[in-house]
């Protein structure tokens, strides 16, 4: 599996291609449907992914669903992969988790270094509590593609969730 990190729009929200023989998905569309397209145009794109609503991940989305023919959602047949709901910056916020390949996609809710805020419309200190509970049980050596800024190692983090909140 081959994965590009293309930084898009004002925030630079994280936008995902994750190819697999000559088929794509886009994880967060966040801005900059060209520059995206880029990066895709040997692919067949299969699915188009969220991992949450807010306007920095999702401001290509519909330009990209109507070129695509294409609904977003949380299953494309092509790939195998685990939503977990980790709810805690926003109600709706989701880790996509690939446990053969040890790789999270975690939107806004887990950085290097730090966690996603809460004090935004339906987040919530005790969902993200919750969520980095549930997030524990995966493998220390799993790579996380975070929203924001540069990956990390989620058993780096597990040794950081008691100060995050």
């Known amino acids: 599996m081959k994965i590009t990190c293309i930084p898009v729009g004002d925030l630079e ?3 995902y291609i994750v190819e697999k ?7 967060d569309p966040g801005d900059e449907a060209e520059k995206i ?12 992914l969220l991992t949450h609503n807010h306007f920095d991940h999702t401001g290509a989305l519909a ?4 070129k695509y ?3 977003h959602n949380n299953r494309v047949k092509e790939f195998d992969y685990e939503i977990i709901n980790t709810p805690g910056h926003s109600k709706d916020s989701i880790t996509i988790y690939f446990e053969k390949e040890k790789i999270m996609f975690t939107g806004d809710f887990l950085f290097q270094g730090t966690i ?4 935004l419309p339906s987040g919530s200190k005790e ?15 799993t790579k996380i593609y975070p929203g924001h800024g540069p990956s990390t190692i989620l058993g780096i983090e597990k040794e950081r969730f008691d100060y995050y909140l």
């Open 127 to 141: 969902d993200m509590k919750n969520s980095l509970d549930l997030i524990k049980k995966y493998p220390d050596d």
């Open 13 to 15: 929200a994280n936008c």
């Open 63 to 66: 330009y990209l669903e109507k």
């Open 37 to 48: 397209e880029e990066f895709i145009k040997d692919c067949n794109v299969v699915g188009i």
């Open 116 to 119: 996603g805020r809460m004090d």
């Open 69 to 71: 023919n294409l609904k």
């Open 21 to 27: 023989e000559k088929k794509a998905i886009i994880i």
